[in-house]
């Protein structure tokens, strides 16, 4: 992975399922990124067309196995995940900001050499107070 600190262009898969108000969503897309390893963190960085537009996004796998999701667009939203526990996070509206909390009931990260792939998981919960906004599962595949 020596040639990581400048980042690789990756192709990933990545699959959302959302359960909000007993509705389900599945969201598919494939799309070209990028991974970047920055001293002991690995970043994945690729663009979601979205809506409201095109979304960067960056996913950071940290060394402890915490993961920190990062969607930069109007709405800004930084996630942190981490096994088992209830995480505080801010919401960034064009309405004002909303204080959120994930709470993490599964993570997994595989990073494998020759060929570089890899696969990221997260389950968590999104609450706002003691409000559920939503369940939701990512499943993340990448390849060079």
Do not use: W
């Amino acid at each position: 992975m020596d040639n990581l600190a400048t980042g690789v262009p990756v192709q990933i898969h990545l699959e959302t399922n959302i359960i909000q108000n007993s509705e389900a969503s599945n969201f598919v897309f494939d799309v070209t990124g990028q991974l970047v390893q920055v001293g002991t963190s690995i970043y994945i960085r690729y663009t979601e067309d979205a809506e409201e537009g095109p979304v960067p996004v960056t996913i950071k796998i940290m060394n402890n196995g915490d993961i920190k999701l990062t969607r930069s667009a109007e709405n800004r939203l930084q996630l942190l995940f981490s096994q088992g526990k209830r995480v505080a996070a801010r919401y960034r509206t064009p309405y004002g900001l909303l204080d959120v909390q994930t709470v993490t009931s599964a993570l997994s990260t595989e990073i494998l050499e020759q060929p570089l792939r890899g696969s990221v998981g997260i389950d968590y919960l999104l609450y706002a107070g003691n409000d559920l906004l939503g369940k939701y599962n990512i499943r993340l595949q990448f390849t060079v």
